[in-house]
């Protein structure tokens, strides 16, 4: 199936001017968006798809305000269109999850949203970076 | 330490080294024995359940037909009495006393039945809830470990210079500092090329005589002569 996935995102016409280009790495598929410079990856497990890409790094923080960043992201991962705020060891991700069994023009919309979701958030989370 | 305990130790950490399980060997081999007697008492449950429910159904039905030869012996009882056979009522009276003890132990066998049915009810749900969550723990460990092997997939792809994951605030910024590159080199063409312009049309009106051109000899002389007339 990640074969699939990966030839249809190559050659997906995007209706919100988005240029993808996926590659599979190992048992991930490894995502860019040249105009954003967004990476993303896509993995399966199981029965479910999850695609997912950072935020914001840890490190990008100021220490000050971690806790209002915290309560951010909880309070923002509701009204969040399919995507959910999460944490993985440093990294702030944005990630969306969807049944192995759909179709794969669904998973490039799901990609397409997490993209959208990631610019919109990316310009918000500027205001808890450090200097 | 739980299992979620340690799978959220594992997240907070990050990705693991190669080789690194989420959770440790022995943790997961505890887990899948969990399961596997949770799934085995599961089954004994059920089947037990099985042969109660069976019981009782057996019970009930005897239960019923003891209870219809009373009914019909209290007839026949009433019957006798009416013929005036008072010896014949009280052997079916014997009778019916009989019916009616053997209808009480099945009606108390029924009652015991049916609470240990109920227990194993329970039991059951126990051990489907148990096993439940035992399961999703389970998934939890794979959707972990698939989530970081796929962070280690994008960070092995861009490794070197930039080896942590690039994030889209640094995204944002990068494209935001080149939008303001790509308007600072356009507003510098544009700039050169109102200077050539300028020098263009300088040299344009020169030729044709007008503004600051530059002075000639032949202006000079016309100039001196104009004073001389004068």
Not at chain 2, 78 to 107: C, F, N, S
Not at chain 2, 156 to 171: D, H, P
Request: aromatic content about 4%.
């Amino acid at each position: 199936m990640l074969n699939e996935i990966v030839n249809f995102l190559n050659g997906w016409e995007s209706k919100n001017g988005f240029q993808l280009s996926a590659s599979l790495e190992g048992d991930s598929i490894v995502i860019e968006e040249s105009d954003s410079d967004q990476v993303m990856s896509l993995t399966q497990d199981g029965e479910q798809l999850i695609c997912m890409t950072t935020a914001i790094r840890s490190d990008e923080v100021a220490p000050e305000k971690v806790s209002e960043l915290h309560d951010f992201m909880l309070s923002m991962s509701l009204p969040m269109p399919l995507s959910s705020f999460g944490k993985m060891g440093d990294e702030y991700v944005i990630f969306g999850a969807m049944h192995s069994d759909t179709t794969l023009n669904n998973v490039a919309e799901e990609v397409e949203t997490l993209l959208l979701n990631a610019e919109a958030m990316a310009d918000e989370l500027t205001q808890f970076k450090g200097a | 330490m739980s299992l979620l305990s340690k799978i959220w130790t594992s997240v907070r950490g990050g990705a693991t080294e190669a080789g690194e399980a989420i959770v440790d060997s022995q943790s997961i081999r505890i887990m899948e024995q969990e399961l596997r007697d949770a799934d085995k008492d599961l089954n004994a449950a059920r089947a037990g359940l099985g042969s109660i429910v069976g019981q009782v159904t057996g019970l009930k039905r005897e239960a019923a037909d003891y209870q219809e030869k009373i009914d019909n012996h209290m007839d026949y009882a009433g019957q006798a009495l009416d013929a005036g056979d008072d010896a014949l009522a009280e052997e079916i009276a014997e009778k019916i006393a009989e019916y009616e003890e053997e209808l009480a132990v099945r009606t108390s066998a029924i009652e015991v039945s049916d609470k240990q049915a109920n227990l194993m009810k329970d039991q059951i749900r126990q051990n489907e809830r148990a096993i439940a969550k035992l399961k999703r723990e389970k998934d939890m460990i794979k959707t972990t470990e698939k989530v970081q092997s796929a962070q280690k997939a994008v960070a092995g792809k861009f490794s070197g210079a930039n080896s942590s994951l690039r994030s889209a605030t640094e995204s944002l910024e990068r494209k935001r500092k080149a939008q303001i590159e790509l308007g600072d080199r356009m507003q510098a063409d544009q700039d050169l090329q109102n200077e050539e312009g300028g020098a263009d049309l300088a040299a344009k009106m020169a030729k044709a005589g007008i503004g600051d051109a530059k002075k000639s000899s032949k202006d000079v002389l016309d100039r001196l002569r104009a004073k001389k007339k004068a």
